[in-house]
Every structure is written in structure tokens, then in C-alpha cells.
DNA sequence: TAGATTGTTAATCGATTAACAATC
DNA sequence: TAGATTGTTAATCGATTAACAATC
């Protein structure tokens, strides 16, 4: 590992990838994989993948061998999960999508710890939603005072995004997942952001189809 | 317009946020965008919204004025989603991300039309899901056979997917729309696919939160 | 006219791919 | 040893940004 090359964003990206696979060798017991073969499976080249590998860690690789796939799903889960402490996350409506989107967070497997979730819906409040109670969004200020939450998971319309945006900047949260079509990028220029806009992607598709890639 | 230049992916996934912010445009009156301002608002530069508008087409931008926002929008509106015909499109899984996405899919302002929904659970078969009736997954074929959908939308489990998507190869699905954590590029090298890997983009929040972007 | 802005070419930046010596 | 594969550097490719003449 070349300790002074950092992992770009789009090498960030792969990681979640690289960790599918790494895990189904794993569950089928191959205890090595060469880039070549990972590439293959993944749909990359191996430079690619050798490239990635060198500046997530120690991946040791053995020349004429390969990796060990131990090794890489162990550096892989210390830079995805963190040493253990999960992040803890809020989930802003608890609709459909917040619905769908909440077993996800919940998950223990991926490194985050659904702590609540907010709504405006009064026939809302006091259900659950995986587990967590719903609360009213006048709860919002109290509880993040009170727990200081690092991540926030936005499943509202537009207009709710919006008006939530405008709350959040100043509770300390330091990272978005957003599934609303409002792009958050802009009123949180310093927090971390990561936007799934189920629409747009929609859109593209349709575009590529009608204009041939 | 220079013909010669092809819109890249890149590009094509930036349409539909050019799309919407001109939208936003629209409602408000603004006739008239400059590549600077519409780049102020939409965090990007000048430079780039000049060259992805080069390959678009016809766009006419006026010097020392801008850019003519109704005509920019019927440009887009014919990329996004043709000269009116919908792409007609069949959902898998009519779970709760099935559902929530079906309202995109069927919404018909997103430019595809959704003529069936297929399940497996018996309790869900006859029931609708944003209008449409919920099928068997055994009358899949007959359905394609019959009515030829052009696009696919897989909101299933890995498991799931992986078994339709052995069963979709041959039936003439020109597109798909992936929610699920299975990928589909490698089984369907031919067909344009998007993925929306949920977990994926969680997990690189996770990292980049952990890690320091 | 003067200021602003386009369309387009050139320069830069960054990511991907290729190449290859080292070595298991 | 011979074949395979890594780690890393160099080359290529493509996308973004800068620059600027044309002109509204």
C-alpha cells in the first residue's frame, strides 16, 4: 500500500461491490482470488482492481497466488463499518419509501443504527418503523439536542426535503443519504452527501433507450 | 449543435437535473437562463452546461443573453422521453420498494407506462399496485409473448432477482431498472441497464463519513 | 457602443488501462 | 524451474475546465 495515494470517490464507490463479491467467494469457500479472476467476475479489468487495492490497505497480495479473500473482507469491512461502533442515523418520513428504505439502516450488517424516525402524519406517530417509534417533527430539535445523531436518511417529497434541509444545517449532523428529488448538495456544501435519485435514473434509462445508449 | 458529438453517460445523467431545475425555471416565470447562472444553482460551471448543451441539440443560446428555458425544456423533454409514445414497462416485486417505486414508473410524466406487476406471494395476486393488477410470475411469459414490454423494473431480493433475470434474457426486454443488490450488467451485456444499488450508496456514505470523504 | 454570453477549441485534470520488473 | 500474479509506473483515454473570438 502507497500510504499517500487516497482512495478517490469513484474507487469509494466500488467498495461495496468488491465486498458483495469478496462475500459470495467467501460463503462458497475459495480463500483466494487473483484481480484477474475478481475482474472478471465484476465486470472489470484486473489494473482496475489492483489499482483500487492499492490504496485501501495492506492487501499483501502473493505473487502467483493472489489475495486473500479473508484479508480483503476484513480491510474492506474496517474502512466500510468502522472498528465496531456503528453510525447513528435518522430517518426523515416513514412513507413507502422511508418504509423500504428503514430495513436497510436498521440492518445491523451495514455499519449504521437507526436511533428514530420522523414524521408529520399524526396516525404515524407512535407507530414503528423497524423497530423505532415515529416521531413528530416537532420532536426533532429536542432529540437531536439529546442524542446528536451523525447521519440523516431523507425518504420526503420534494417540499419536505426542502423544509427539513433548512432545519438540519445547524443540528450537527454530518452526512445525508437522500432519496427525495431535491438535490441537498447545495444547502450543505460541507456535509457529506450522497444523493439516489430514483427519478433522474428513471430518466436516463428511458433516454438511452430511445437514443441508443 | 456540432452532430458529431455523441452525449456521453456522464452527460445523459445530468439531463434530467438540467430537466428539473429548468422546470423549476419555468414555474417561475424565468424565460431566459444564462450557462453561468443556471450553473450557479445547480453547482456545477459554466463550461460544463455550454458543452453538455453542445451535444444535446438545437439550443440556440443567444450571446449576452442566454439561454431560451422553453426552448431548452422541449429539447429535453423529446430526449427524456420521446415524441409521446411511452416505453412500456413491467414491474418485478410488489413489496414495499416495489410500491413506492411503481409510483415513479406509472407516474405519466416519467415518460414509460406501466402495463403489468409481477409477485409471487399468493396474497398479493389480483390485488393492484398503483393501478395496475398484480400477476403471477407464472404468467410472465404468455404476458411477454402477448404484449412485449420494453423495459423491466427489478425491485426483488438478491435471490430473486438472479432467477428472473435467467428467465427475462430471451424475451425481448430492451432495458432495465435495478433495485436490487444483485447485478445485472454481467447476465445482460446487450441490454441498457441501470442499477440503484441502495445498499451500495449507504455503505460508501458510511466509508466517506468514516474516512473523511 | 459596451457589457455579457455563446459556441468551440485548447489545456488540464483525473481515472482507467497497459506494461513490466519483481517474485511467489 | 516455469508459470502466474502482484505492485507500481507509464501511457492512454475521457471528462472537465479554461480561454477567447464571435456577436447579440
Chains 1, 2 share one sequence.
Not at 480463500?31 to 490497505?57: P, W
Not at 438535490?183 to 437514443?211: C, I, K, Q, T, W
Request: glycine share 10%.
Amino acid at each position: 500500500m502507497n500510504p499517500s495515494v487516497k482512495a478517490s470517490v469513484p474507487v469509494i464507490r466500488r467498495l461495496p461491490k468488491y465486498y458483495r463479491y469478496l462475500r459470495a467467494l467467501k460463503d462458497a469457500n475459495i480463500t483466494s482470488i487473483s484481480s484477474r479472476e475478481l475482474a472478471a467476475q465484476m465486470g472489470t479489468t484486473a489494473s482496475q482492481v489492483r489499482q483500487d487495492f492499492n490504496c485501501i490497505g495492506d492487501v499483501n497480495g502473493r505473487q502467483g497466488i493472489g489475495y486473500s479473500v479473508d484479508n480483503l473482507l476484513a480491510i474492506l469491512e474496517g474502512l466500510l463499518f468502522g472498528d465496531g461502533e456503528r453510525l447513528t442515523a435518522i430517518l426523515f418520513g416513514c412513507g413507502r419509501l422511508g418504509t423500504a428504505v428503514s430495513s436497510f439502516i436498521a440492518n445491523n450488517n451495514n455499519g449504521f443504527r437507526l436511533i428514530a424516525a420522523f414524521d408529520v402524519k399524526p396516525e404515524l406517530i407512535g407507530q414503528t418503523i423497524s423497530g423505532i417509534p415515529i416521531r413528530h417533527l416537532d420532536d426533532l430539535n429536542a432529540f437531536c439536542d439529546k442524542h446528536h445523531p451523525q447521519v440523516a436518511v431523507l425518504c420526503l417529497p420534494r417540499s419536505g426535503a426542502e423544509e427539513i434541509s433548512g432545519r438540519l444545517v445547524n443540528l450537527g449532523i454530518r452526512g445525508y443519504w437522500n432519496f427525495s428529488h431535491y438535490d441537498l448538495s447545495v444547502p450543505f456544501p460541507d456535509a457529506v452527501v450522497e444523493n439516489v435519485h430514483l427519478g433522474d435514473s428513471l430518466m436516463s434509462l428511458g433516454y438511452r433507450l430511445r437514443n441508443g445508449d
